[in-house]
């Protein structure tokens, strides 16, 4: 189960002010995780507010036809669905543009929450560090899911996913911190963990900088610590590397051609908890997730690319090949 803000996404193809042809998508961390999901054959509910306008139905008719549980979303009649323009500006760089103050995700409450809850008890809850950013309310909505979370045994996933244009690094590690303890998989990306820590903890990763791996495990051990039991670092192009009271297990990233690096992120936490739902060790766990996150990069738009479990064997094919 996850909830979160899913935006309208408009895609344009090269610097915004030149005006031109938009793609016209839907976009939101939290549903890309859940679509990553259901292609790859698990069950999962989406918990989200959109608008009670057409970017809200065109939002919810996606996530349906993408088989994910939208019984528990919520339309708002006063707000309407968040905006997202990404802008493709340099091969490598993508800006991206919200215009989501005062919409319907921002203010998600705790009701959505409860109503998700209430169909039947999820075994994982997926939470993002981007939902509590959106105001005080989908802040209440996070913490009162962490605790419902707790209550039913649910296994709790937080992917930091720290967006500086929604709220400061401060009030950040502030909610991070007090989530850290209820968190069983932490899922971060290299220069997030330090918001997870008290500042006291943070100088143990500039003593072992030499070393960005050993940086890592300083910064993860107190975490684990604090009884988070796996901390999974996304490190781009580098793969990724997760840390657990038996020690540190590394992935390389499969090699791909990356088109859209949007989304690698979340597709990556989709293989993760798909392995993890089949019950697979942690080797397999890091396997699917840069397997699903190479699909990302290698494929335009935020979750489109997204493989089903069949397609799992087709990265790594060699060039030219056509699947007759
Ligand atoms: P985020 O999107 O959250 O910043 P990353 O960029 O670290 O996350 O990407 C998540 C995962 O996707 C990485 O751990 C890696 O496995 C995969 N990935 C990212 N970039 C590439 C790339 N250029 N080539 C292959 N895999 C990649
Ligand atoms: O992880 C991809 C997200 O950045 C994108 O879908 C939009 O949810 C989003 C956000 O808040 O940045």
């Given at each position: 189960m996850t909830f979160g803000e899913t935006m309208v996404a408009l895609r344009g193809s090269?610097?915004?002010?030149?005006?031109?042809?938009?793609?016209?998508?839907?976009?939101?961390?939290?549903?890309?995780?859940?679509?990553?999901?259901?292609?790859?054959?698990?069950?999962?509910?989406?918990?989200?507010?959109?608008?009670?306008?057409?970017?809200?139905?065109?939002?919810?008719?996606t996530l349906r036809a993408e088989g994910v549980d939208v019984a528990g979303a919520a339309a708002d009649?006063?707000?309407?669905?968040?905006?997202?323009?990404?802008?493709?500006?340099?091969?490598?760089?993508?800006r991206v543009h919200y215009y989501r103050a005062g919409s319907a995700g921002s203010r998600l409450r705790a009701d959505a929450v409860e109503r998700a809850f209430s169909a039947a008890p999820p075994r994982v809850l997926h939470l993002t560090g981007i939902t509590p950013a959106l105001g005080p309310d989908p802040l209440s909505a996070s913490r009162h899911a962490l605790q419902l979370?707790?209550?039913?045994?649910?296994?709790?996933?937080?992917?930091?996913?720290?967006?500086?244009?929604?709220?400061?690094?401060?009030?950040?590690?502030?909610?991070?911190?007090?989530?850290?303890?209820?968190?069983?998989?932490?899922?971060?990306?290299?220069?997030?963990?330090?918001?997870?820590?008290?500042?006291?903890?943070?100088?143990?990763?500039?003593?072992?900088?030499?070393?960005?791996?050993?940086?890592?495990?300083a910064q993860a051990a107190p975490l684990l610590a604090r009884g988070v039991g796996e901390v999974v670092v996304k490190r781009g192009p580098a793969g990724a590397t997760a840390f657990t009271g038996d020690g540190s297990l590394h992935r390389p990233a499969r090699p791909v051609r990356a088109v859209d690096a949007v989304g690698a992120g979340d597709a990556f936490v989709a293989g993760y908890l798909s392995a993890l739902l089949d019950g697979a060790d942690l080797e397999e766990r890091l396997e699917r997730a840069v397997t699903t996150g190479a699909f990302a990069v290698a494929s335009p738009g935020d979750w489109e690319g997204a493989?089903?479990?069949?397609?799992?064997?087709?990265?790594?094919?060699?060039?030219?090949?056509?699947?007759?």
């Amino acid at each position: 189960m996850t909830f979160g803000e899913t935006m309208v996404a408009l895609r344009g193809s090269g610097p915004l002010r030149l005006g031109g042809t938009m793609q016209v998508s839907v976009a939101g961390a939290e549903s890309n995780v859940a679509i990553g999901l259901s292609r790859l054959g698990h069950r999962v509910r989406w918990a989200g507010a959109v608008g009670a306008d057409e970017a809200g139905a065109l939002v919810l008719r996606t996530l349906r036809a993408e088989g994910v549980d939208v019984a528990g979303a919520a339309a708002d009649p006063d707000a309407p669905t968040g905006l997202i323009l990404f802008e493709p500006r340099l091969p490598e760089v993508t800006r991206v543009h919200y215009y989501r103050a005062g919409s319907a995700g921002s203010r998600l409450r705790a009701d959505a929450v409860e109503r998700a809850f209430s169909a039947a008890p999820p075994r994982v809850l997926h939470l993002t560090g981007i939902t509590p950013a959106l105001g005080p309310d989908p802040l209440s909505a996070s913490r009162h899911a962490l605790q419902l979370a707790r209550q039913q045994g649910a296994l709790v996933c937080l992917d930091v996913n720290f967006r500086s244009r929604l709220w400061t690094a401060e009030r950040a590690a502030a909610v991070l911190r007090e989530w850290v303890p209820s968190v069983d998989v932490l899922i971060a990306s290299e220069d997030e963990l330090s918001l997870c820590l008290p500042p006291a903890e943070q100088d143990a990763e500039r003593a072992a900088q030499a070393d960005p791996v050993a940086a890592l495990a300083a910064q993860a051990a107190p975490l684990l610590a604090r009884g988070v039991g796996e901390v999974v670092v996304k490190r781009g192009p580098a793969g990724a590397t997760a840390f657990t009271g038996d020690g540190s297990l590394h992935r390389p990233a499969r090699p791909v051609r990356a088109v859209d690096a949007v989304g690698a992120g979340d597709a990556f936490v989709a293989g993760y908890l798909s392995a993890l739902l089949d019950g697979a060790d942690l080797e397999e766990r890091l396997e699917r997730a840069v397997t699903t996150g190479a699909f990302a990069v290698a494929s335009p738009g935020d979750w489109e690319g997204a493989p089903t479990r069949a397609e799992l064997g087709l990265l790594g094919a060699p060039p030219g090949t056509v699947v007759r």
